[in-house]
């Protein structure tokens, strides 16, 4: 454990950061994963504080018997936990208004046992979203279901792909009214990406864009004004490519949506191309590792903007997009806010798709440097993989300098808090043909720590002027999503089981909680029926965390082994008593 | 999915093409050493149960055949260069340690690790996700594959067979996690 630098622990925002916090959901609920539509994960409860959060013990826990990451984050409505499991998928709704709170009801979606050997990264869950009294998410098996949050009954089930493509789907879904928008997974698979949107009452779909293809495949038309030049032009989707390998070029879908209700736009980013071997895909290939701002009604797309031209090591452009307004250079502008696997964080006008900030987060040396007027990365040409030449020291590896684990923003810093990884990568690429069924992957990597011998960090960031502002480093890999809340304590966990409260503003750890197992899912925060504050977390290593077992630096020997316990905080450990159901919010 | 009729088209294609190459595959190259016995009768492999015997206990004869390729230094190279072109490291890794697939060089094996059994498991696939080989491949490129995991050293040899079922096999110590201050 190490500080890296201090802010300035006053009580001030430190950038003029804002947000807009619909679709204001009860203080004391979470509906949605990502909290809100800009997707800070900021809760507005503040009885949980830096002067008292060393005292969080373990009020309950809830063991749920599978194996795989746990990566979901739990969700409390009207006095009801909605926890989701990894494959099979089985969701519980456990009662807070009784003692021991006990499982309300269990619906198992029974997919395909063939999809567990099919996703990529682990047989993971990202989360349910809960919207018009139904709970919908996605089964790993290509299906979407919606589940009466009441009575635990199927409300309708939508089959959105074919497993036995090595399609999968992981993502959390994101509703934003009468829509749900949910997206695919298989990017080491040659699947091809999409997102679509269905009707949140029928299952139906309204629409899909895809990733890679003609305009009208992906959903560009006359309303598309991409910022950069790089993105004018007809059916790029297709012409970035060798003849016909777009079809199976991936750019999946496979994490999170975000909403400005203001402009109606949908922003979300999509996956590294497929193969992952560059060398047989000359071009950028568009839209992979790609930002999207979509008409959230028709799916036509506005802008996009590419992070990663021709992706070379898989780092996608999946992560999310946090949408702040921040002062930058004097002006306010509507941005938003990415840390992308390449290890830059971007912050973007959301309106039009320019890039205002973009610098490393974590360590890198794929790139030496930024061009601000192309909008492009300047690539370092002795870290361009090519077959069968072994290339030492890439940095980051495939997972990136920050994966899929989603950040949080807090309005009272102005800050944005994220967990980040060290790592660096031998890479020898192999060619690969497309063989349906099989990985369309080719990429032999052995990673190990980046300079400082750390795996992960966890870090303030300055998204006004692409600086960190401090930094917690870690061991383990730090592969958790992030909890940010008006108590000025943000809360994250780690690969080896360590669930920690820091203080926002200056970084010290105020607390630190071994769980049983490894910490990959996103803690959440929600008052009981007892008008108590408490804190949600699962416990559960797996996913990319542990992939390639092989490699010591990233699971060494000893390394936690897996579980599936939630463990619910309170201050003091106190919980939830019968006596407490009569009190309202 | 909206596009099944387009993506089944690609896929006939591609097997088409899969199949091809697999076959100049195991035409070309080096000549490996041919087996002194040939390969074993198709119908003596399909003898071999995936689970044990109802009503019968001791040996099953189908499970002591062994690999013709077993230790032939070229047939284990041609291994690995199937095990890289058909996609096998994706899911099983470039060293066989497992991702998406199952671990192939520890000991424990969900379908049996036996030469045969590994062999079934190519030839027929399995249910969580492994792909069935036996219409692409002609079963001297299976074989070479058994070899190359074989050679990972995790495999139970057909004379051990009755040992790895019951598990007459030592246990292994894992060193300590490595411990981490709290803050």
């Known amino acids: ?585 | 999915m909206k596009t099944s009729v387009g993506a089944s088209w690609v896929m006939g294609i591609t097997l088409g093409l899969l199949l091809t190459n697999a076959c100049r595959h195991s035409e070309g190259g080096s000549a490996t050493t041919p087996p002194v016995a040939g390969f074993p009768a198709t119908t003596a492999i399909t003898a071999a149960p995936l689970g044990q015997v109802a009503g019968a206990s001791g040996n099953v004869q189908a499970f002591s055949i062994t690999n013709p390729f077993e230790k032939n230094p070229q047939a284990i190279e041609q291994g690995k260069q199937l095990y890289i072109k058909m996609n096998c490291a994706g899911c099983h890794a470039y060293n066989g340690k497992g991702n998406m697939g199952p671990d192939l060089t520890d000991t424990y094996w969900r379908y049996g690790g036996l030469p045969v059994e590994i062999y079934k498991s190519i030839e027929e696939g399995r249910p969580q996700g492994m792909a069935a080989w036996g219409a692409a491949l002609p079963p001297e490129d299976i074989w070479k594959l058994v070899a190359y995991i074989e050679s990972f050293g995790g495999s139970v040899s057909a004379k051990d067979y009755e040992h790895a079922r019951q598990g007459d096999q030592p246990g292994e110590q894992v060193a300590p996690e490595v411990a981490e201050q709290k803050p």
Request: one cysteine or more.
């Open chain 1, 1 to 585: 454990m190490e500080l890296t630098a201090q802010a300035d622990a006053g009580s001030a925002s430190l950038t003029g950061a804002k947000f807009n916090f619909a679709p204001g959901d009860p203080a004391g609920e979470w509906h949605s994963p990502a909290k809100d539509y800009a997707n800070t994960r900021y809760s507005t409860l503040n009885q949980i504080d830096t002067g008292n959060v060393s005292k969080l013990r373990i009020a309950w826990t809830f063991s749920d018997g599978t194996e795989g990451g746990h990566e979901a984050a739990p969700l409390v409505v009207d006095n009801t936990m909605y926890v989701v499991t990894p494959f099979p998928d089985v969701l519980y709704a456990l009662d807070l208004t009784k003692t021991g709170e006990p499982i309300k009801w269990t619906f198992k979606p029974n997919p395909s046992p063939m999809a567990k050997g099919k996703a990529c990264c682990d047989s993971v869950n990202r989360g349910v979203t809960y919207i018009d009294g139904k709970l919908i998410y996605n089964l790993l098996d290509d299906h979407t279901v919606a589940v009466d949050a009441k009575t635990g009954k199927e409300v309708w089930r939508t089959k959105m792909g074919n497993v036995e493509t090595g399609e999968t789907m992981t993502m959390a879904p994101f509703a934003v009214g009468k829509e749900v928008f949910v997206g695919n997974s298989g990017g080491e698979m040659g699947a091809w990406g999409w997102i679509a949107a269905l009707d949140v009452v029928t299952g139906k779909e309204l629409w899909r864009a895809y990733s890679t293809g003609s305009d009208q495949q992906v959903r560009i038309g006359s309303d598309f004004k991409p910022f950069y030049e790089q993105f004018k032009g007809k059916d790029l989707g297709i012409s970035t490519w060798p003849a016909g390998m777009w079809r199976h070029g991936a750019g999946t879908v496979w994490t999170w949506v975000s909403y400005d209700p203001e402009l109606n736009l949908i922003y979300y980013g999509t996956s590294n191309p497929s193969p992952r071997v560059p060398d047989q895909r000359p071009g950028d290939n568009l839209w992979t590792s790609t930002i999207f701002a979509r008409d959230a009604k028709t799916g036509m797309a506005r802008w996009a903007y590419q992070t990663t031209p021709h992706d070379r090591w898989d780092y996608d452009g999946v992560n999310e997009n946090i949408l702040l307004d921040l002062p930058i250079d004097g002006t306010m502008r509507k941005a938003l806010v990415h840390f992308d696997r390449n290890a830059y964080a971007y912050t973007i006008d959301r309106t039009s798709g320019e890039v205002l900030r973009a610098s490393p987060f974590a360590y890198q040396n794929w790139s030496t440097g930024f061009d601000m007027k192309t909008g492009r990365p300047i690539v370092n040409a002795d870290k361009e993989p090519h077959p069968d030449v072994k290339l030492m020291n890439v940095c980051p590896p495939d997972l990136g300098g920050k994966d899929w684990e989603p950040a949080a923003a807090s309005p009272r810093t102005g800050l944005v808090y994220a967990s980040i990884f060290n790592l660096c990568m031998d890479l020898t690429d192999n060619k690969v043909g497309y063989i349906p069924s099989t990985p369309y992957d080719g990429m032999n990597i052995r990673r190990f720590p980046a300079p400082g011998g750390n795996l992960g960090e966890f870090m303030a960031w300055n998204p006004a002027t692409g600086k960190k502002v401090w930094s917690v480093k870690e061991n383990y890999m730090t592969m958790s999503g992030v909890l940010a809340t008006a108590g000025d304590v943000v809360f994250y966990g780690t690969a080896d089981g360590w669930f920690r409260g820091v203080d926002a503003r200056s970084g010290k750890v105020l607390l630190s909680q071994k769980l049983g197992s490894g910490i990959i899912g996103q803690p959440t925060t929600f008052l009981g029926p007892d008008h108590r504050q408490y804190i949600a977390i699962s416990s559960g290593i797996g996913g990319a965390a542990t992939i390639r077992a092989d490699i010591d630096a990233v699971k060494p020997s000893g390394f936690p082994a897996g579980g599936n316990t939630l463990y619910i905080f309170s201050i003091g450990g106190d919980s939830i008593t019968a006596d407490a159901n009569q009190s309202t919010r």
